[in-house]
């Protein structure tokens, strides 16, 4: 099973696809990378919108993609890519962004992310939400922090274009095959650049590791 765990698909939802037109042409970029599960997951930025709102759009924008979506699309899973934001554990009806029938969160890191100050939100979505969290392309962090974090039972996705950079490759690779902890994969697709030439780079690249990785998704998400 071919699993994209991290996807700007839905159109105006954020700054990922603005059309459906944009939409459709990686839907169908997906399905030619032989994606059976495609996840649907806008940025949701607590600090600036309230989640009703970005409830609102995304139903929205969902509604318009699955009216438009051949029969021949990759299964949808809509979920989202959570800020992570100090306080954000008391936001009502935020296992809304959970993927559809479970308790996992996609949660990014701030760029300036420091443990210190957001232990306390951590530890409660954790903890009192019992939300099993993912952290967003892992890639993009220092490895320390990761590391770290990922010490403390906090699940992770790297992003496929890490394992096709010179510099991040190293990194990602070591991670991919030695973490448990590392549950998912993902295009990160925002518009149709590249499309999914990277995935299919980083699936040949894992080699059998790719197949592990899949499989853990596939049990995280019950699928
Ligand atoms: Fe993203």
Redesign the pocket.
Known sequence: MNIDF???ILPGADH?SSSLETSLRQVKLARRARINVLAA?P?FYPNHESLSTFLERRKNSERCLREALPITAPKILVAA?AHLCRGMEEIEGLEQLCFPGTNVLLL?LPHDFSIRDYEQTLDALQYEKKLEIVL??IDRYPESTIDFLLELGFLAQI?AESFCRFFKKKRSMRWAKELDSVVAL?S?I?GCETGYREFLKMKERLGKTYEVIMSRTQKLLKL
């Open positions: 991290h996807a700007h990922g997951t940025h890519e990014e967003a392309h992003n993902g990160d925002h």
